[in-house]
């Protein structure tokens, strides 16, 4: 079974903190997400990577950073924490097969409440 | 860009009844479709995906989804309902040459005894 690991299922941090999130998928996979997840505003991709050192913002990066320094691990990064980054952060992999469209497998999410 | 819509933030159905979630997706090129399903404190998981070949497409728990084209439709049903079925539940949409799933804001399901 393909399994994503997150670093924490629940974190409390102060504003201003830096805060890393992490997560790490054990089947090989090319491309890693970060989604933040909100009541009534579904999952927002933040940042994906296809490849180790490479990433692209998705469509909330702001207030984000990431690092992928090996296949398997994929690092959010919040600069300076604020209030509004409280939420659940969800991370999930993805094979890239040729000729196909493959699902996504989520981690169990980080619960992050900036205080 | 593709945009997907789920119909109903809340659904209420009581056990034994039938489940009928909605999802439309925006494109004139068809997309590769799932839906995933969350319970409480959990990652997503996938129920079942489309992407080419017969359009009715049987996943996990029970759960089908039918794709039509002439309505850009994907709904998700289950012809009788369980109290375990109680989640959150997505419909996304992967459209050929992106790299990005678009979801749907998803559809909380209550079964009631």
């Known amino acids: 079974d393909v399994k994503v690991t997150q670093s924490s299922r629940y974190l409390v941090k102060r504003t201003g903190e830096k805060v890393f999130l992490e997560c790490v998928q054990d089947?090989?996979?090319?491309?890693m997400f970060w989604y933040r997840q909100d009541p009534g505003l579904g999952l927002r991709l933040i940042y994906f990577?296809?490849?180790?050192?490479?990433?692209e913002k998705g469509d909330i990066p702001e207030g984000y950073s990431v690092s992928r320094e090996k296949k398997e691990r994929f690092s959010l990064i919040l600069e300076s924490a604020s209030t509004n980054q409280t939420s659940m952060y969800l991370c999930?992999?993805?094979?890239?097969?040729?000729?196909?469209?493959?699902?996504?497998?989520f981690g169990p999410g980080t619960r992050l409440t900036v205080l | 860009a593709q945009s997907v819509t789920q119909l109903g933030s809340h659904v209420s159905v009581s056990e034994g009844a039938l489940v009928l979630l909605r999802c439309n997706y925006s494109?004139?090129?068809?997309?590769?479709l799932f839906w995933y399903v969350q319970y409480p404190n959990q990652g997503l998981q996938l129920l079942l995906k489309y992407t080419t070949g017969a359009t009715l497409v049987k996943g996990i728990n029970g759960f089908e989804a039918e794709f039509k084209k002439s309505e850009t439709s994907f709904h998700l049903t289950k012809p009788s309902a369980h109290m375990s079925d109680a989640a959150e539940y997505f419909c996304a949409a992967f459209q050929g040459g992106s790299e990005k799933l678009v979801f749907g804001k998803g559809t909380k399901l209550t079964v009631n005894p």
């Open positions: 494109s004139s090129v068809p997309p590769y």
């Open positions: 999930a992999s993805r094979p890239l097969r040729a000729g196909g469209y493959n699902e996504q497998f």
């Open positions: 990577s296809y490849d180790v050192k490479m990433k």
């Open positions: 089947m090989d996979h090319e491309n």
